[in-house]
Every structure is written in C-alpha cells, then in structure tokens.
C-alpha cells in the first residue's frame, strides 16, 4: 500500500538553529514525487520543495533540503537557520507514478521555533 | 500571477443541506484537485479534473461530486451533509499533472455542518 509515515507529531527547535522533519514513504512505483508544504495555522498549504524519485541530487530551495535516500525509502525535510516565521505544522506527500495528480498525505509534524 | 482562489472561505450549514465551494485555478493551469482535511483523518484525497475530466477519484461516497468549467475553474457539491462533513477543503492546481507538475494550494473553506 502507498503510505507516507511522519512519526514526529511535534517538535522545538531554538531560533537560528537548523532541524531536521523525518519523512519515509511506501510505494512499489518506480517512477513517484516527494513534496513537503508548509501548513500555518490560516490553513493555507505553502509548497516547499519537491524531489522526483529518479533525481539523483538532493533538492534544494532556499533554507530548504531535502535529504533523499531513496533505498531506506526516507525523505527528509532539513530547515536550516529556523525563524520564528517557521513555525507550523508540516506535511510530507507522495504523488504516485501514472496519470495522476493525487497527493498522500502524512500526518503531519508540528514545528514550533523558540526564541 | 495570482494565486489559487477559492470562495467562499467560511461556510455554515445544517445537517441535510448541500454546499457548493467553488476554486478558480493559477491562470494557465489545467488540473484541479480537491482535498478535504479533518483532526481525525487528516488529509485525503477526493478528486482531481483536467480538461474539464474528472481523472482520479478518492474514496469518498457519491454524495461528494465536482466538475470543472472550460476556464479551468471547478467546483465541489456535497449533498445531504453530515456532522462529519465539517472540514477544511482544499482546493490545488498545477499546470497539467505531470510527472513533475507542483500543486499549488489556495487558502481552503472551512465548513462547518451543525
């Protein structure tokens, strides 16, 4: 079955300080997209930064990475020098290989920036 | 460019009544997709269009339908509504769902059934 597994529900990070939103997925498509977005508490879904299965670097944007390891099945939000702006709640999603725009979602990691 | 758009943004309703949300997509992107979001279950999936074609479909009963127009803008219907129909929906674009295609999300409607 398709899955995605977020298994940090919340989190803290100190303000200028860089962290790490553990991801790992379950599919048996050979060709799927990996997404993080950004949930704050208006609702609105902020896209982050997106890696296709057969990339063979890293994605990069901005304070954004993400560490892909494609034999464990992970993929990892990495934010680095965190802002107090950062804080919100997380989603990693998978898009599946054929015709199809369908996200799954995990459930969710809540990250909180202290200054 | 402006964004993804959807109308109303808060929605009250009493259970057995039918809602209509509406989305206009990013100017030039074709798929549309919706997603409701619930504490309890999270976010899944309900539908997606292209080209006025409705291509995927999540697992949701028949009382939730959508449809997009020739200007890319789409629309959702939930008939008889539920106390569990109260969610976040969310509606996304692209350009065309490609294998590398970025949905966009717009700012959703919070329904709420009583």
């Known amino acids: 079955a398709q899955k995605i597994t977020q298994t940090q529900p919340g989190m803290f990070v100190q303000e200028k300080e860089a962290v790490t939103l553990d991801c790992t997925y379950d599919?048996?498509?050979?060709?799927?997209?990996l997404f993080w977005y950004k949930q704050p508490s208006s609702g609105e879904m902020i896209f982050l930064i997106y890696q296709g299965s057969y990339d063979q670097q890293n994605a990069t944007e901005g304070r954004y990475s993400l560490n892909f390891q494609k034999a464990r099945k992970s993929a990892n939000l990495v934010i680095s020098a965190s802002q107090l702006g950062d804080s919100a709640m997380y989603f990693c999603?998978?898009?599946?290989?054929?015709?199809?725009?369908?996200?799954?979602f995990g459930t969710g990691t809540l990250l909180a920036v202290q200054p | 460019k402006a964004g993804v758009t959807q109308t109303p943004r808060y929605l009250i309703k009493t259970r057995g009544q039918q809602v209509t949300l509406s989305c206009s997509p990013i100017s030039g992107h074709r798929s549309v997709s919706w997603y409701q979001q619930t504490p309890g279950q999270g976010l899944q999936f309900l539908f997606e269009?292209?080209?006025?074609?409705?291509?995927n479909k999540g697992n949701f009963p028949g009382r939730f339908s959508g449809r997009q127009f020739s200007n890319s803008r789409s629309e959702m219907n939930v008939s008889t509504l539920e106390l569990g129909d109260s969610a976040l929906y969310l509606c996304a674009s692209s350009l065309a769902g490609g294998s590398t295609d970025t949905q966009y999300f717009g700012p959703g409607t919070r329904l709420t059934v009583l």
């Open positions: 999603a998978m898009r599946p290989g054929g015709a199809t725009n369908k996200l799954i």
């Open positions: 599919t048996s498509d050979p060709s799927y997209g």
């Open positions: 269009y292209f080209s006025e074609t409705q291509r």
